[in-house]
């Protein structure tokens, strides 16, 4: 039983006695495909975000990247769309919203 001195404590200070709650909660890893990632950067640019718009950009780059790394050629399909035209919508994506950083060139030039 707790003392006088600390309910009123407690009391005084408003701090609820049931305040923690432990819950078990399960990490869910979410698959983001190549289309999500030029959809979420769209509507980041519509939503005026463009450090979002040009990060979701950059992610499409990157799993475009991943799927050239595993073999994938540029006219391999990805998510139903070529993957040299992927790298294409989201270069001109950022190009064209003024999103690139200093010293950031396309593959294609390097």
């Known amino acids: 039983m707790e003392s006088i001195s600390t309910n009123l404590l407690i009391k005084s200070i408003g701090i609820n006695q ?3 709650v432990r819950k078990n909660i399960k990490m869910i890893k979410i698959k983001i495909t ?48 070529r993957i040299g035209l992927w790298l294409e919508r ?12 200093d010293g950031e060139l396309p593959f294609a030039t390097r």
């Not at 989201?90 to 950083?101: A, G, S, T, V």
């Open 34 to 81: 190549v289309t999500d990632c030029y959809e979420q950067a769209r509507e980041a640019l519509k939503a005026g975000d463009e450090d979002k718009a040009r990060d979701m950009a950059d992610y499409g780059i990157v799993k475009v990247a991943e799927a050239r790394c595993e073999g994938m050629g540029v006219d391999d399909e990805l998510d139903d769309v």
């Open 18 to 20: 049931n305040l923690v």
């Open 90 to 101: 989201f270069w001109y994506f950022l190009e064209n919203n003024n999103l690139m950083l």
